[in-house]
C-alpha cells in the first residue's frame, strides 16, 4: 500500500513538473523604439540624457500643465527627469520618446513618471 501511494505522488510530481516546464514562458526582449520626429513636438529635450538638469523645471511644467494634481505630476516628473534627463514631448502619452521615463515603474508595477 505504502509503495502505491509513493508512486502516485511521484506521477503527480512529475506531472507537476512537466506541466511548469510546458508552461514556462520565454522572455523576448523587443528592441526599443527609436524616437521619430512628430508634428508640432520639440525634439529638444525629449532624448534621453539630452537635457541639463536645471533644465527639467520648465520641461516638467509644460508637461504637466493640463493635469489637475499638478503637485505629484510636477514632483514625479521632476525625479524622473533628474535621473534620465530627458521628459516626453506634450502633456501626456509619448513616453516612447524617452525609454528610462517609460521604463520606470512603482512597486506596484504602474508608471512611475507622468
Known sequence: MNCLRRDLILCFLLIMFL???HNHATIVESPTPQPQPSGGFPMYGATP???QPQECG???T???SKTAFKKPCMFFCQKC???CLC???GTYGNKQFCPCYNNWK???GGPKCP
Request: hydrophobic share 30%.
Open 62 to 64: 509644460t508637461r504637466c
Open 58 to 60: 520648465r520641461r516638467c
Open 87 to 89: 521628459v516626453p514631448p
Open 19 to 21: 506541466l511548469a516546464v
Open 49 to 51: 540624457g539630452s537635457l
Open 81 to 83: 527627469c533628474a535621473k
Open 106 to 108: 512603482t512597486k506596484r
